[in-house]
């Protein structure tokens, strides 16, 4: 279990920001997952690509792929 912190949070805010000027619907819980993986380095590993793969330097991997 990863704590949220200011950083992440700030990260967070970023998230949803940028996509909602940019006209796009970003999940705020998905948002969150994306900042904590940013912030510590982690790949996200999900089938729900589609959600994620608008976020800049965020490393995905689908394992059905």
Known sequence: ???I??????????LLGSAELK???LPVID????AQCLKNGFTLVTRNVRDF?????LKILCPWD
Do not use: E, F, V
């Open 5 to 14: 912190d200011l950083a992440t949070t700030r990260l967070w805010g970023q």
């Open 31 to 34: 948002a969150l997952i994306a």
């Open 23 to 25: 006209g796009r619907s």
């Open 1 to 3: 279990i990863i704590g």
């Open 53 to 57: 793969k608008d976020i800049p330097n």
